[in-house]
């Protein structure tokens, strides 16, 4: 699974020391910058093996020094089985083709 994080910094400050932390996953992003009125998109690779809960942690620096946080909602990513994925095909046929008159009467099959 891509683990996608969009970070958007609509204030004044610029941050330092940007990283991203998850209970279960640890450190996923650090060393990061975020200057004011930028946006910055980080993406990694992780492996779900079963069904999990995830809460980010953003903690970063700003520029007199002092450490702020926030904490996401928390995320839950279901893993299914490629067998107990649903795979579903539908056919549908049409008893005719061409209706010469309004409104006309086409009986489909499913």
Do not use: H
């Amino acid at each position: 699974v891509t683990l996608t994080l969009e970070l958007k910094n609509t204030g004044n400050v610029d941050y330092s020391d940007l990283r991203v932390t998850d209970p279960s996953l640890g450190d996923v992003f650090t060393n990061q910058q975020l200057k004011a009125g930028e946006s910055l998109t980080l993406e990694k690779e992780i492996t779900v093996p079963a069904t999990a809960e995830y809460q980010f942690t953003v903690t970063a620096t700003d520029e007199g020094g002092s450490e702020m946080s926030v904490v996401t909602e928390p995320l839950t990513v279901t893993a299914v089985a490629p067998e107990d994925a649903l795979t579903l095909t539908v056919t549908a046929t049409a008893d005719r083709t061409e209706v010469f008159e309004q409104p006309g009467l086409v009986r489909f099959t499913l």
